[in-house]
């Protein structure tokens, strides 16, 4: 999977603007797909260059002109073989998770600290999911449920863990007091 696929994914729905592209990645997107914001452009002009979508320049009254894409047959058929492709596995990069690891090298302050900062940001992203299900949940697809339902059972299970990771610490500092 990559940012065309997710881009062509999105056009099979509706014709969209760049804006409207770049907002889907930072909104709903944002909890199972990086892509950053330079990226997008670049391959909205690559893929019209390869006629996989059409740009329309749609003029706006009072505000300046945007860029409507439309998916064309060509791309419909390309994301149709992403979709029937082998699925490929998931990959986990975490800089926290990273840093956890080799916490011993720099003290239990620091890692309870991370801990403590991983279980703010998750409580967010949490809390940010569960208000756009209960926004959207009514239009949404069975699979676009399921997608989040995955997304909201995995940031209650990290935070359980980060959880039982402090209580953990705090225990060693208990002891190490004793």
């Not at 975490?94 to 890692?111: A, E, I, K, T």
């Not at 756009?132 to 949940?137: F, Q």
């Not at 997608?147 to 909201?152: K, L, P, V």
Request: proline residues 2%.
């Amino acid at each position: 999977m990559n940012s065309q696929d997710v881009i062509l994914g999105m056009l099979m729905r509706r014709s969209l603007s760049g804006y409207e592209i770049k907002q889907l990645f930072e909104d709903i997107f944002s909890y199972f797909y990086s892509s950053s914001y330079g990226t997008i452009y670049p391959m909205l002009h690559r893929m019209e260059k390869e006629a996989l979508i059409t740009k329309e320049n749609v003029q706006q009254e009072g505000k300046p002109n945007k860029n409507v894409f439309t998916i064309t047959e060509a791309g419909k058929s390309r994301f149709y073989e992403y979709l029937h492709s082998p699925m490929e596995t998931d990959t986990v990069k975490s800089d926290f998770l990273m840093r956890l690891y080799f916490g011993q090298l720099v003290g239990n302050d620091m890692v309870v600290m991370w801990l403590k900062q991983a279980q703010e940001y998750t409580q967010t992203q949490l809390d940010q999911l569960r208000d756009k299900y209960a926004l959207y949940k009514s239009s949404m697809q069975p699979g676009h449920i399921i997608c989040i339902e995955i997304g909201i059972k995995e940031y209650s299970a990290k935070l359980e863990a980060i959880q039982e990771g402090l209580d953990r610490m705090d225990k060693l500092e208990e002891e190490k007091r004793v």
